[in-house]
């Protein structure tokens, strides 16, 4: 069983409830003028105070993968509303002898696969952690991307309703 926290805190405002947190993810997040609250860049942070801002964030997503189920994770194909930075924090590595060799090598032919040459070769640095391999579309390719899904779920003979977004129905 694979396991995610997603959106957390659903309503509150983690400057508020995690306030070290927020202030150190803050003070690490890449390309600041765009992505604090409070950055230069920021248009949603120069918008009057009579319009309905959207929730900045951040919101904490906990996501993984299991060395059991390599070609399995928790994060399914999605469309964000709005723009949005992920941040890998953390990636665990197991410390018995000789685990996680058989995982590294299955990472990095999940890489060879589905990567170029650049991260092909920086993943077999020694000192490289592969954590994640995302796969990161342009958002024109959305409609494309709905009707390979359709014809996969008309293949399967899977149920969906009419008004069914393969996309947003994750």
């Given at each position: 069983m694979l396991l995610k926290l997603k959106d957390w805190p659903p309503k509150d405002d983690f400057s508020e409830k995690l306030p070290t947190r927020f202030e150190d993810l803050m003070n690490n997040v890449p390309l600041p003028?765009?992505?604090?609250?409070?950055?230069?860049?920021?248009?949603?942070?120069?918008?009057?105070?009579?319009?309905?801002?959207?929730?900045?964030?951040?919101?904490?997503?906990?996501?993984?993968?299991?060395?059991?189920?390599?070609?399995?994770?928790?994060?399914n194909l999605h469309l964000d509303m709005s723009d949005a930075v992920n941040v890998m924090v953390y990636v665990g590595v197991p410390r018995d002898q000789g685990a996680?060799?058989?995982?590294?090598?299955?990472?990095?032919?999940?890489?060879?696969?589905?990567?170029?040459?650049?991260?092909?070769v920086r993943v077999r640095q020694e000192t490289t952690r592969i954590g994640a391999l995302w796969h990161i579309y342009a958002a024109e390719d959305a409609d494309k991307i709905r009707d390979c899904l359709r014809e996969i779920i008309k293949e399967r003979k899977m149920k969906h309703s009419q008004h069914h977004d393969p996309i947003h129905d994750q």
């Open positions: 003028e765009y992505t604090r609250r409070d950055g230069s860049r920021n248009l949603v942070s120069r918008l009057p105070d009579f319009f309905v801002k959207p929730d900045l964030g951040p919101k904490m997503y906990n996501a993984y993968g299991s060395a059991a189920c390599p070609k399995e994770g928790t994060t996680g060799e058989k995982e590294r090598d299955d990472a990095i032919r999940a890489v060879d696969e589905a990567c170029d040459e650049s991260q092909r």
